[in-house]
């Protein structure tokens, strides 16, 4: 059986304008970074990679961090978990729930009560 989600670790300033189908897709991303660990988890049900840097732009920011710290730090990474078939979008919201709660972000995403 050919896994539902497929995993993409991406250095964050080399992607954002990347059309690379494989990581322009429906997933649960993962900003991090060495000294930060895990920053924020979030989702997408049209394309993770976009949602992402909409965090960056928008500047999210708790906890004493912004996101705009990301942007030209070549540490950062994104990780992106996407769903191989549009047929299992269902997956995006348990793998976000999960993601969310086990890797305990800096920035959570505040939808779990």
């Known amino acids: 059986m050919r896994p539902k989600l497929v995993v993409n670790d991406v250095v964050l300033i080399d ?13 649960v991303y ?18 993770a990679k ?8 928008d500047n999210t920011k708790a906890n004493g961090f912004e996101m705009r710290e990301l942007q030209d730090d ?10 191989r078939l549009d047929r299992d979008l269902h997956w995006i ?10 890797l305990n972000p800096l920035i959570p995403s505040g939808r779990l009560g």
């Open 15 to 27: 992607v954002e304008h990347s059309s690379d189908p494989a990581i322009n897709r429906p997933g």
């Open 93 to 102: 919201l348990s793998a976000e729930a999960f993601l969310d709660q086990a």
């Open 74 to 83: 070549e540490s950062a990474r994104l990780i992106l978990f996407n769903i």
């Open 50 to 57: 976009s949602r992402a840097f909409e965090h960056l732009r």
């Open 30 to 47: 993962v900003h991090w970074r060495l000294d930060e660990g895990v920053i924020k988890v979030g989702k997408s049900q049209s394309n």
